[in-house]
C-alpha cells in the first residue's frame, strides 16, 4: 500500500501541552505534490469494561469540557509514560477512578480514535474477578460511579444514548466474549 504514503519534509512544533502536542507536517503526497498536516501527538491511553460476577458493569460519569456536557463512559485514562505497560495502566486507572481491583484482565484490542487528526491509541480491557478498595481520584477528577447491567448498556449503545466511542466498542466486544462463553 506504499502508493498511498505520504512521505514527511518538515515538521513546525506548534503547541505542548500537559497532555497534546500539536505538530505542523508539510508532506509529500504520492502524486508529488505538496501539502500541511496538522496532527495532535498523544501519549496513549486505556480504558477498561469492569463486570461484576453478577453481570453489571462499573460506569462513570463525568463532565467533558470539549462537548460541554457529562458523558456516561468506562473507567479511562492516559499512559503515565510511552513505555508504560497498558495492562497495568488500566489496572491502575480502574482501581483510582473507581476503586475496582480485577483479578483477571482481558486485552480487547486498540483502538486509533481520530486517525484524521490524532495519534491517540486507546488499549481495551475487560476486567473480572473484581473486588473494591479506595479510590484514588485525581485533584481534577470528579465523576461519579453506577452499575449498570451490560445488557442494558448494550441496548443503550443501540439506541444512540452513550455516545463516547471507546465505551461503545468495548460494551460491544464484552457482550461479544460473553456470549461466545455461553456457546461453548
Same mark, same amino acid.
Not at 27 to 43: F, K, Y
Not at 49 to 76: C, K, N, S, T
Not at 78 to 97: S, V, W
Not at 99 to 109: M, N, Q, V, Y
Given at each position: 500500500?506504499?502508493?498511498?504514503?505520504? %512521505?514527511?519534509?518538515? *515538521?513546525?512544533?506548534?503547541? @505542548?501541552?500537559?497532555?497534546?502536542?500539536?505538530?505542523? =507536517?508539510?508532506?509529500?503526497?504520492? /502524486?508529488?505534490?505538496?501539502?500541511? *498536516?496538522?496532527?495532535?501527538?498523544?501519549?496513549? #491511553?486505556?480504558?477498561?469494561?469492569?463486570? !461484576?460476577?453478577?453481570?453489571?458493569?462499573?460506569?462513570?460519569?463525568?463532565?467533558?469540557? $470539549?462537548?460541554?456536557?457529562? &458523558? &456516561?463512559?468506562?473507567? #479511562?485514562? %492516559?499512559? =503515565?509514560?510511552?513505555?508504560?505497560?497498558?495492562?497495568? $495502566? $488500566?489496572?491502575?486507572?480502574?482501581?483510582?477512578? @473507581?476503586?475496582?481491583? $480485577?483479578?483477571?484482565?482481558?486485552?480487547?484490542?486498540?483502538?486509533?480514535? @481520530?486517525?484524521?487528526?490524532? /495519534?491517540?491509541?486507546?488499549?481495551?480491557?475487560?476486567?473480572?474477578?473484581? @473486588?473494591?478498595?479506595?479510590?484514588? +481520584?485525581?485533584?481534577?477528577? &470528579? +465523576?461519579?460511579?453506577? +452499575?449498570?447491567?451490560?445488557?442494558? +448498556?448494550?441496548?443503550?449503545?443501540?439506541?444512540?444514548?452513550? %455516545?463516547?466511542? %471507546?465505551?461503545?466498542?468495548?460494551? !460491544?466486544?464484552?457482550? *461479544?466474549? !460473553?456470549?461466545?462463553?455461553?456457546?461453548?
Amino acid at each position: 500500500m506504499s502508493h498511498l504514503e505520504e %512521505k514527511q519534509l518538515s *515538521r513546525e512544533e506548534i503547541y @505542548t501541552g500537559s497532555v497534546l502536542h500539536v505538530i505542523r =507536517d508539510t508532506v509529500e503526497l504520492p /502524486n508529488g505534490d505538496i501539502s500541511h *498536516r496538522e496532527v495532535c501527538l498523544h501519549i496513549g #491511553a486505556v480504558a477498561v469494561i469492569p463486570l !461484576l460476577d453478577d453481570g453489571r458493569v462499573i460506569m462513570e460519569r463525568q463532565y467533558r469540557y $470539549a462537548h460541554g456536557r457529562v &458523558f &456516561f463512559e468506562i473507567p #479511562a485514562g %492516559k499512559l =503515565d509514560t510511552p513505555d508504560e505497560d497498558p495492562t497495568k $495502566a $488500566a489496572l491502575r486507572e480502574l482501581r483510582e477512578e @473507581t476503586g475496582a481491583i $480485577a483479578s483477571r484482565i482481558i486485552p480487547l484490542g486498540e483502538i486509533d480514535t @481520530t486517525p484524521a487528526l490524532m /495519534n491517540e491509541k486507546i488499549h481495551l480491557f475487560l476486567a473480572e474477578g473484581i @473486588t473494591f478498595g479506595e479510590r484514588e +481520584l485525581d485533584d481534577d477528577e &470528579f +465523576l461519579d460511579v453506577e +452499575l449498570v447491567p451490560l445488557s442494558d +448498556l448494550v441496548a443503550m449503545t443501540m439506541r444512540g444514548e452513550i %455516545k463516547d466511542a %471507546k465505551t461503545q466498542i468495548a460494551i !460491544l466486544k464484552a457482550q *461479544r466474549i !460473553l456470549d461466545s462463553r455461553k456457546s461453548l
